[in-house]
């Protein structure tokens, strides 16, 4: 029962087995919890029940640069384990934000509120996603359950795989105690073009022509008039393709950037340093890049500014707008930063996929107890 686990300030179980007897104990009494990672990620004030922290689900279980996997708890800060496969000249090739200076937050993102929100940055137009790169994971739903997933290897991942359900569900279906994730050499050399002066129409032309070629762009953003394209790799072969994307868009002149500065820009342009500051409601939408131009515009004519990641793949708006005005121009988007505005954060899902959803969620936490309503408030 919950009088047997140790009173600590707010709920920060120690271990696994006490962190599934304090949700057993919950689901029983019908009392909601708020998970707490870092929260640096998702704005979770509104929901309903205690906070129940990770930070004591702390550390590095096992880390092998040879096999090029980390297995590490949930309350884990995110700046540790970056350090420490820096040293080994290896980094998560998704490139989490840290959203810090978005959210206006002062704690330490933590490895499980990564895997959590499926954060992921510029380069997964590359790399991929967070959950690309999950290979296995142990949590505790909603019924006080200890599950487990996956393994160090690809290979080992058979069946149903949990952690693509969990990478991304914001604790709603339950809270991890391990995450396996797959780590990738850190590329050397980088460099970064600049073409100034162009629109959203033409920006999105010159990702188009850029990402249909065997270069390897990494990151592709817009921003205030600016189309940026980067490419890492190793210094001869870097070379060779930066020209050769040069020589294709010939109609524009291109800054390009050396290593030094390829870095800071794209901390900035990951960590959306260009909203920070604000109070206004921050939109993550999701589209079809060449759909981009006409949404953004869309979205800027409420009165805000944009920008575009992904190709054009993602569009960030920050600025005036309702939820319906927002929702109205395109269905696919995310309140990430509240800025007054109530109701859903989350887009309203499709009746088939909603379905689906509330049938997961009745096998993982039937009492809803998790998170409750964050997806849906």
């Given at each position: 029962?919950?009088?047997d686990?140790?009173?600590?300030?707010?709920?920060?179980?120690?271990?696994?087995?006490?962190?599934?007897?304090?949700?057993?104990?919950?689901?029983?009494?019908?009392?909601?919890?708020?998970?707490?990672?870092?929260?640096?990620?998702?704005?979770?004030?509104?929901?309903?029940?205690?906070?129940?922290?990770?930070?004591?689900?702390?550390?590095?279980?096992?880390?092998?640069?040879?096999?090029?996997?980390?297995?590490?708890?949930?309350?884990?800060?995110?700046?540790?384990?970056?350090?420490m496969?820096?040293?080994?000249?290896?980094?998560?090739?998704?490139?989490?934000?840290?959203?810090?200076?978005?959210?206006?937050?002062?704690?330490?993102?933590?490895?499980?509120?990564?895997?959590?929100?499926?954060?992921?940055?510029?380069?997964?137009l590359?790399?991929?996603?967070?959950?690309?790169h999950?290979?296995?994971?142990?949590?505790?739903?909603?019924?006080?359950?200890?599950?487990?997933?996956?393994?160090?290897?690809?290979?080992?991942?058979?069946?149903?795989?949990?952690?693509?359900?969990?990478?991304?569900?914001?604790?709603?279906?339950?809270?991890?105690?391990?995450?396996?994730?797959?780590?990738?050499?850190?590329?050397?050399?980088?460099?970064?073009?600049?073409?100034?002066?162009?629109?959203?129409?033409?920006?999105?032309?010159?990702?188009?022509?850029?990402?249909?070629?065997?270069?390897?762009?990494?990151?592709?953003?817009?921003?205030?008039?600016?189309?940026?394209?980067?490419?890492?790799?190793?210094?001869?072969?870097?070379?060779?393709?930066?020209?050769?994307?040069?020589?294709?868009?010939?109609t524009?002149?291109?800054?390009v950037?050396?290593?030094?500065?390829?870095?800071?820009?794209?901390?900035?342009?990951?960590?959306?340093?260009?909203?920070?500051?604000?109070?206004?409601?921050?939109?993550?939408?999701?589209?079809?890049?060449?759909?981009?131009?006409?949404?953004?515009?869309?979205?800027?004519?409420?009165?805000?500014?944009?920008?575009?990641?992904?190709?054009?793949g993602?569009?960030?708006?920050?600025?005036?707008?309702?939820?319906?005005e927002?929702?109205?121009?395109?269905?696919?988007?995310?309140?990430?930063?509240?800025?007054?505005?109530?109701?859903?954060?989350?887009?309203?899902?499709?009746?088939?996929?909603?379905?689906?959803?509330?049938?997961?969620?009745?096998?993982?936490?039937?009492?809803?107890?998790?998170?409750?309503?964050?997806?849906?408030?």
């Amino acid at each position: 029962m919950i009088a047997d686990i140790p009173s600590r300030a707010g709920l920060a179980p120690a271990s696994e087995a006490e962190l599934g007897a304090l949700i057993a104990d919950r689901r029983s009494s019908g009392q909601p919890l708020r998970i707490a990672g870092g929260g640096t990620r998702t704005q979770t004030d509104h929901v309903p029940g205690e906070a129940l922290s990770t930070a004591a689900l702390s550390g590095v279980v096992t880390y092998e640069p040879g096999e090029m996997t980390l297995i590490a708890r949930p309350g884990t800060p995110l700046d540790e384990i970056e350090t420490m496969l820096a040293a080994e000249g290896q980094a998560f090739a998704f490139e989490p934000a840290d959203m810090r200076g978005v959210l206006g937050r002062n704690g330490a993102p933590t490895i499980g509120g990564m895997v959590a929100a499926n954060a992921s940055g510029p380069r997964r137009l590359l790399a991929g996603a967070c959950r690309d790169h999950l290979l296995g994971v142990r949590f505790v739903d909603g019924q006080g359950r200890v599950l487990k997933n996956g393994g160090r290897v690809m290979k080992n991942v058979t069946g149903l795989d949990l952690g693509k359900l969990i990478c991304g569900a914001h604790g709603t279906l339950g809270v991890l105690t391990e995450v396996a994730l797959k780590t990738l050499p850190y590329l050397p050399d980088r460099c970064t073009l600049g073409f100034h002066g162009v629109t959203a129409h033409e920006a999105v032309a010159i990702f188009s022509a850029a990402l249909a070629t065997p270069f390897e762009v990494s990151g592709a953003v817009f921003r205030d008039g600016t189309a940026w394209l980067r490419v890492e790799g190793l210094g001869p072969q870097l070379g060779y393709r930066r020209d050769r994307l040069l020589g294709l868009i010939q109609t524009r002149e291109a800054e390009v950037l050396d290593a030094t500065a390829t870095v800071t820009l794209w901390r900035e342009l990951r960590d959306l340093a260009h909203f920070a500051g604000s109070d206004a409601p921050l939109w993550r939408i999701l589209v079809k890049p060449s759909e981009a131009p006409a949404v953004a515009g869309a979205l800027a004519a409420l009165g805000g500014v944009f920008s575009l990641d992904w190709g054009g793949g993602l569009i960030w708006y920050c600025g005036p707008g309702t939820a319906q005005e927002v929702r109205g121009i395109t269905r696919h988007a995310t309140l990430v930063r509240r800025g007054g505005l109530t109701g859903p954060a989350f887009p309203p899902e499709a009746s088939a996929v909603a379905r689906l959803s509330a049938g997961l969620r009745q096998v993982f936490d039937p009492a809803g107890i998790l998170n409750s309503g964050l997806m849906d408030q």
